[in-house]
Nanobody
């Protein structure tokens, strides 16, 4: 069974920083892309940033210049460094593993973490 466990959310003042961490565990052979999504109340879940196994990154326009995503393939972890946080960054942040191949040979399109709350006060 595959699990994604997030940590690092919390309450921070505007202009502050947070670092989110996600660890994938289970019978995982490979993960193509790992990323972070967020969902604010009343809004759809949206991509924040993603990174492939080769290190290619993709950022939402709102995250460019402020957030940095990184990944350790061997440890199956993904980090999101968030700086210059704004109240509009307030949301539940979800870790995602995309295009996952298990040791059994099975393929799973997406796994999701349980989410971690990020609240930015003004």
């Amino acid at each position: 069974q595959v699990q994604l466990v997030e940590s690092g959310g919390g309450l921070v003042q505007a202009g502050g920083s947070l670092r989110l961490s996600c660890v994938a565990s289970g019978s995982i052979f490979s993960i193509n892309a790992m990323g972070w999504y967020r969902q604010a109340p009343g809004k759809q879940r949206e991509l924040v940033a993603s990174i492939t196994s080769t290190g290619r990154t993709n950022y939402a326009d709102s995250a460019k210049g402020r957030f940095t995503i990184s990944r350790d393939n061997a440890k199956k972890t993904v980090l999101l460094e968030m700086n210059s946080l704004k109240p509009e960054d307030t949301a539940v942040y979800y870790c995602n593993a995309h295009d996952v191949v298990l040791y059994s040979g099975n393929y799973v399109r997406d796994y999701w973490g349980q989410g971690t709350q990020v609240t930015v006060s003004s």
